[in-house]
């Protein structure tokens, strides 16, 4: 299995993050792929790329809610800052909180399309109350060969149809499916073919049932890929083989 968004380097497994790393791997678990979020986070993610060669790959991203009036110079600094990242991300639109930076969020975002392009990398987009400006934003670079993960899709049908237009661009699923009243399982399996998801953990947040509440980590994707088998009635050896195929296309290794 494949986790394509983890952010096991932060501070919340500094504690244990040899452990987290080893019962991942016990359980099948054979790359874990950490989105970058913003400058600081920068060495703790290529620390634990140096300690885990091979199983961590490190992205290169900002994430919507560090971008701030200077954008596009802490872009610039970070970029000077990471070789062969594996993806651009985690970037996005996000207007939950603060929509202050709205345009600047729209700029960045874009910046980051861009990039992707020049470099002939997948990106790993985080949307949240953005979805019709997201959505725009990524048509005007549609042509542009664009490709990557819809990160951590919880959406409805009506979102899932708009999304599939865009064929580069696969789902990432986590722990949101196993939640009781998670309307998730209804959209993938009316909506999404199992060739367009990847599994996720976003580790430490959203631990799917029965640890929800609890700090989540890599360990736990057999969960999410249980529910997955339980959606698309197959076994969970299915969803291992597919979703790793397709993670390994996303991001070429």
């Not at 696969?170 to 999404?192: C, E």
Request: proline share 6%; glycine share 8%.
């Amino acid at each position: 299995m494949i986790d394509t968004h983890t952010h096991i380097f932060e501070p919340e497994f500094d504690e244990d993050r040899d452990d987290v790393v080893r019962r991942a791997a016990e359980i099948g678990v054979e790359r874990c792929m950490l989105p970058c979020i913003n400058e600081d986070s920068i060495p703790r993610m290529q620390a634990a790329v140096e300690r885990y060669p091979g199983f961590c790959h490190a992205m290169i991203g900002l994430h919507p809610e560090d971008v701030h009036a200077d954008w596009l110079e802490v872009l610039q600094r970070m970029w000077d800052r990471i070789d062969n990242p594996v993806a651009v991300g985690e970037t996005g639109l996000d207007f939950y909180w603060d929509d202050t930076f709205r345009k600047e969020q729209i700029d960045a975002f874009e910046y980051q399309i861009c990039k992707s392009v020049e470099l002939d990398l997948p990106l790993v987009i985080h949307m949240r109350n953005a979805e019709p400006q997201l959505l725009d934003a990524m048509e005007r670079h549609k042509g542009d060969g664009i490709r990557g993960i819809f990160h951590c899709f919880g959406g409805s049908r009506e979102s899932a149809l708009r999304m599939m237009r865009y064929e580069g661009f696969v789902f990432g699923i986590g722990g949101v499916l196993t939640f009781r009243n998670s309307r998730l399982a209804r959209t993938l399996a009316d909506v999404v073919p199992l060739d367009r998801v990847v599994l996720e953990t976003d580790a430490p947040y959203l631990a799917p049932v029965p640890h929800r509440g609890h700090r989540n980590e890599p360990a736990y994707l057999p969960l999410v890929a249980g529910k997955l088998a339980e959606v698309y009635g197959v076994g969970v050896d299915k969803i291992d083989e597919i979703t790793s195929r397709t993670a390994r296309g996303i991001f070429s290794i």
